[in-house]
């Protein structure tokens, strides 16, 4: 796998461990933390778990925010966990604030069913099969339109979500020895 550069936003959050695996996949990454670090080239961008809210204030006040959604908007392939999932959401069902709303989703926020904190479970993805899925005060989906395209349920609810080059999903793939998402997301990447 090797050739490809991805880019981790490293504001806040599990980025570490998305630097992880792909450093287990052979595929180089760089933390990307402040303005000058969009003038490096870059294939892919992985936006980690943490706090949506935290994240956008931090993606504003470093200047990041315009020419990623710009970027993001125009096709840069994406890949949000959690955190992420909520930044790229079009809209958040129970917060006013919305951040690069790229997708054509709905989420809602610390709300998930069946837990206040997190639980793991064995579900199955469109595309991949079967993985472990850890969720930690994750979002889900309420709703996908457009483009949009749900890959994953859990309890009746999306847990994934596919639009074009951008792939989210409300659970921690980074935080499990299963590389199979990741792997996805390359294969996003590369295709035409
Ligand atoms: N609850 C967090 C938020 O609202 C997301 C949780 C996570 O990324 N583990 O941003």
Redesign the pocket.
Known sequence: MSGLRVAVLALQ?AFAEHEQALANLGVSAFELRQRRDLERSFDGLILP?????VQGKLLRETGLFDPLQARIASGLPVFGT??GL?LLAGRIQNDERTHFATMDTVAV??AYGRQLGSFATVGTCKGIGQIPMTF????YLASVSGDAEALAEVDGRIVAARQGKQLVTAF?PELTSDLSVHEYFLRLIRAD
């Not at 778990?49 to 809210?53: A, F, N, P, Q």
């Not at 930690?136 to 979002?139: K, S, V, Y």
Request: aromatic content about 0%; overall charge positive.
């Open positions: 959050g778990g943490g706090e949506s809210t959690c955190a909520l926020r610390n930690i005060r994750a979002p921690h």
